[in-house]
């Protein structure tokens, strides 16, 4: 998507974190090295960063002040997350923590918070929706 979009004005930006199931172990250039073999992505890589909790970055807080948790995206990301979270990290089931790994937020032009996205919603399901803005 970044690449069929990206000369349109869509940007896409990942921060790594360790905090679900030490899910990024790796640490600073390693992981942005890794995700271009592995993935053969193009776009920015910030170092890792932390997005719960009282170490949270402040781009996060914000994130999640103005795109709070809706729920899950799909019964079966619930039926799969819910047991894992209650039992590892019960602190990300209330409030509007990040409840795993590729939640993403969609960001217009200014910073205006579109809309947050549970890990279960793909990319391709919100294409429709970064079109219209770009």
């Keep these: 998507m970044y690449e069929k979009y990206n000369d349109k004005g869509l940007e896409i930006f990942a921060f790594p974190c360790n905090q ?3 899910q990024e172990p790796l640490e600073g250039i390693e992981i942005l090295k890794h995700y271009q073999e592995s993935y053969d992505i193009r776009f920015p ?3 890792k960063i932390e997005v719960n909790g009282e170490n949270a970055d402040p781009l996060y807080k914000f994130l ?3 795109a709070p948790h809706k729920g899950f995206g799909s019964t079966k ?3 799969i997350l819910w047991p894992v979270l209650k039992k590892s990290h019960p602190d990300y089931l209330k409030d509007d923590e990040i409840r ?3 939640t993403k937020f969609l960001v217009a032009d200014g910073g205006n918070i579109i809309e947050r996205y ?3 919603i793909t990319p391709k399901k919100i294409e429709e929706r970064i079109k219209e803005l770009l």
């Design 118 to 120: 549970e890990p279960s």
């Design 64 to 66: 999640k002040e103005k």
């Design 77 to 79: 990301e619930k039926a």
């Design 45 to 47: 890589v910030s170092m």
């Design 100 to 102: 795993w790994n590729y």
């Design 20 to 22: 679900f199931k030490n």
